[in-house]
């Protein structure tokens, strides 16, 4: 499991840990470019530094630029100035500086000024080496957005933009193995050490949990999940009298927050150290329907031919892990959910102005998306561009095609609204009825999953390339 200790001397080492107490030693290089062997003992575990490249499998934390210039910022802007990033540019010299040899990579987005992304693994973000955060700061105030890979060795610390052939192995690496993320979560708890977990299930409507260091950046709100609580290794003490409880799906549930650094304060009955507790994220999570009473227990589940997710069925050591589509549809069906979901999506549909929806519906999972975009296209953003069509079909109209569908009992044609730009990309706009357009329910599908693309959006017009035919349909209403 990834670590982090304080007397790594706060510059960020990469950490392992192995269930032997040992006295170890590392080698570091000084100022004065001699070698120096420091020797220490961490508590009951023995830490011993790896590569970084062992990390490259996620840019799953989040790092704030700098608010003010730091004593580096001039120098590293000079070096910035005065160069290509095409190539390894030297902006720090170590001449006179203690170091430790390591490698991180970090995107830059012109969509965030506040973060960046890194693929640095340690818990705390105050830990952060100080000049690298610093190079990132001088890197956004220069609009140098992108992709880079900074490197801190005898020649000093540098950095470099990463190439395409960079970006598509490091991809590969993420995809290796990894369980595709899916909108859909499972929570795994473990009540011998989570002892009250079950009480939680009973009395609260919201709560945290952990979730892996790898799930960072991929658990979202609007995701939905499950609980599954393992087996029940309380002692007759910790049950308070209670029997045990089978191993099983309790509640289904949907995540509320973007995962954060769990505060500082320890949890209470939570059988985890106190300096663990602080290394772990954690995310917001509420309560959708509750099982406690009438568990889906694993070994029932493991009869249903619907429940294809091996991580659910079998034990997992983790914390978290998506869960397939199949799987999750096939638990509501079971624990006869389907009414609670809906009812929560309407009284967030309800209560939220249309820029909180597209907000937090910008990564929902496909059950969200789709009642998201069938709320607004059913409502009267819809029927007021339905009418302004007289309810033909634009892309038909536009190919020169029969636009009418067939008629309803009240004399109308069938006809279905979308939105061009999805309510699920969360961009400005994408609930204003200038982005809807009057199609057949066929069409409707074919641009959903036909071969389609929207190749431009102009003032008065959308751009589609549709089988490889471009198709221009007028906005009927501008925004």
Same mark, same amino acid.
Request: contains cysteine.
């Given at each position: 499991m990834l670590g982090q200790d304080s007397l790594a001397n706060g510059r960020g080492r990469d950490l392992i840990k192995s269930p032997t107490k040992q006295n170890t030693s590392k080698h570091f290089k000084m100022s004065n470019g001699s070698d120096k062997k420091k020797d220490f003992v961490v508590n009951s575990y023995f830490y011993c530094f790896i590569a970084s490249d062992r990390f490259a499998c996620n840019l799953a934390m989040r790092i704030k630029f700098n608010t003010r210039k730091s004593g580096f910022y001039n120098e590293i802007k000079s070096a910035l100035e005065d160069s290509s990033l095409d190539s390894e540019v030297t902006v720090l010299s170590n001449e006179s500086y203690s170091y430790v040899e390591e490698?991180? &990579? !970090?995107?830059?987005?012109?969509?965030?000024?506040?973060?960046?992304? +890194?693929? $640095? $693994?340690?818990a705390q973000a105050s830990l952060f080496p100080a000049r690298v955060k610093a190079l990132c700061t001088v890197l956004r105030d220069l609009k140098l957005y992108g992709n880079y890979r900074i490197k801190n060795n005898s020649r000093g610390l540098s950095v470099s933009k990463m190439s395409t052939s960079d970006l598509e @192995? @490091? /991809?590969?690496?993420?995809?290796?193995?990894? !369980?595709?993320? /899916?909108?859909? $979560?499972t929570f795994i708890s473990k009540p011998k050490i989570w002892k009250d977990v079950y009480q939680v299930i009973q009395e609260k409507e919201v709560f945290t949990h952990q979730v892996r260091d790898c799930d960072v950046s991929s658990v979202l709100p609007g995701h939905l999940g499950i609980m599954r609580v393992g087996i029940d290794q309380r002692n007759a003490t910790e049950r308070n009298g209670e029997a045990k409880r089978p191993a099983g799906v309790y509640a289904i549930v949907e995540i509320t927050s973007e995962a954060y650094?769990?505060?500082?304060? #320890?949890?209470?009955?939570?059988?985890? +150290?106190? &300096?663990?507790? =602080?290394? +772990?994220?954690? !995310?917001?999570?509420r309560f959708i329907k509750k099982l406690v009473d009438d568990p889906l227990t694993i070994d029932y589940l493991k009869t249903k031919a619907g429940i294809t997710d091996k991580y659910l069925?079998?034990?997992?050591?983790?914390? %978290?892990?998506?869960?397939?589509?199949? %799987?999750?549809? &096939?638990? !509501? @069906?079971?624990?006869?959910?389907?009414?609670?979901?809906?009812?929560?999506?309407?009284?967030?549909?309800k209560n939220k102005s249309d820029k909180e929806?597209?907000?937090?519906? =910008?990564? #929902?999972?496909? @059950?969200m998306v789709k009642r998201v975009s069938r709320k607004w296209e059913r409502g009267n953003e819809g029927e007021e561009v339905k009418k302004l069509a007289g309810r033909k079909c634009q892309i038909s109209e536009a190919m020169g095609l029969d636009p009418y569908s067939f008629q309803k009992k009240n004399g109308d044609n069938y006809c279905e609204a979308h939105h061009v730009v999805p309510v699920s990309s969360g961009k400005d706009g994408t609930l204003h009825p200038s982005n809807v357009i009057c199609v057949s329910a066929d069409r409707h599908r074919q641009l959903h999953y036909g071969d389609v693309k929207v190749v431009d959006i102009r003032d008065d017009e959308f751009e589609f390339l549709i089988d490889g035919e471009t198709v221009i349909v007028p906005k009927l209403i501008k925004a």
């Amino acid at each position: 499991m990834l670590g982090q200790d304080s007397l790594a001397n706060g510059r960020g080492r990469d950490l392992i840990k192995s269930p032997t107490k040992q006295n170890t030693s590392k080698h570091f290089k000084m100022s004065n470019g001699s070698d120096k062997k420091k020797d220490f003992v961490v508590n009951s575990y023995f830490y011993c530094f790896i590569a970084s490249d062992r990390f490259a499998c996620n840019l799953a934390m989040r790092i704030k630029f700098n608010t003010r210039k730091s004593g580096f910022y001039n120098e590293i802007k000079s070096a910035l100035e005065d160069s290509s990033l095409d190539s390894e540019v030297t902006v720090l010299s170590n001449e006179s500086y203690s170091y430790v040899e390591e490698e991180i &990579e !970090v995107l830059l987005s012109d969509k965030d000024e506040s973060y960046f992304e +890194t693929n $640095w $693994w340690k818990a705390q973000a105050s830990l952060f080496p100080a000049r690298v955060k610093a190079l990132c700061t001088v890197l956004r105030d220069l609009k140098l957005y992108g992709n880079y890979r900074i490197k801190n060795n005898s020649r000093g610390l540098s950095v470099s933009k990463m190439s395409t052939s960079d970006l598509e @192995r @490091r /991809s590969n690496t993420q995809n290796s193995g990894k !369980v595709p993320v /899916s909108g859909y $979560w499972t929570f795994i708890s473990k009540p011998k050490i989570w002892k009250d977990v079950y009480q939680v299930i009973q009395e609260k409507e919201v709560f945290t949990h952990q979730v892996r260091d790898c799930d960072v950046s991929s658990v979202l709100p609007g995701h939905l999940g499950i609980m599954r609580v393992g087996i029940d290794q309380r002692n007759a003490t910790e049950r308070n009298g209670e029997a045990k409880r089978p191993a099983g799906v309790y509640a289904i549930v949907e995540i509320t927050s973007e995962a954060y650094l769990r505060p500082e304060e #320890p949890i209470a009955n939570l059988d985890q +150290t106190e &300096e663990k507790q =602080r290394r +772990t994220h954690i !995310v917001d999570i509420r309560f959708i329907k509750k099982l406690v009473d009438d568990p889906l227990t694993i070994d029932y589940l493991k009869t249903k031919a619907g429940i294809t997710d091996k991580y659910l069925v079998d034990s997992f050591q983790g914390s %978290s892990i998506p869960l397939n589509q199949g %799987s999750f549809e &096939e638990l !509501v @069906r079971l624990a006869n959910a389907d009414d609670e979901i809906d009812a929560q999506l309407d009284k967030d549909l309800k209560n939220k102005s249309d820029k909180e929806i597209a907000k937090k519906y =910008r990564n #929902p999972n496909p @059950r969200m998306v789709k009642r998201v975009s069938r709320k607004w296209e059913r409502g009267n953003e819809g029927e007021e561009v339905k009418k302004l069509a007289g309810r033909k079909c634009q892309i038909s109209e536009a190919m020169g095609l029969d636009p009418y569908s067939f008629q309803k009992k009240n004399g109308d044609n069938y006809c279905e609204a979308h939105h061009v730009v999805p309510v699920s990309s969360g961009k400005d706009g994408t609930l204003h009825p200038s982005n809807v357009i009057c199609v057949s329910a066929d069409r409707h599908r074919q641009l959903h999953y036909g071969d389609v693309k929207v190749v431009d959006i102009r003032d008065d017009e959308f751009e589609f390339l549709i089988d490889g035919e471009t198709v221009i349909v007028p906005k009927l209403i501008k925004a």
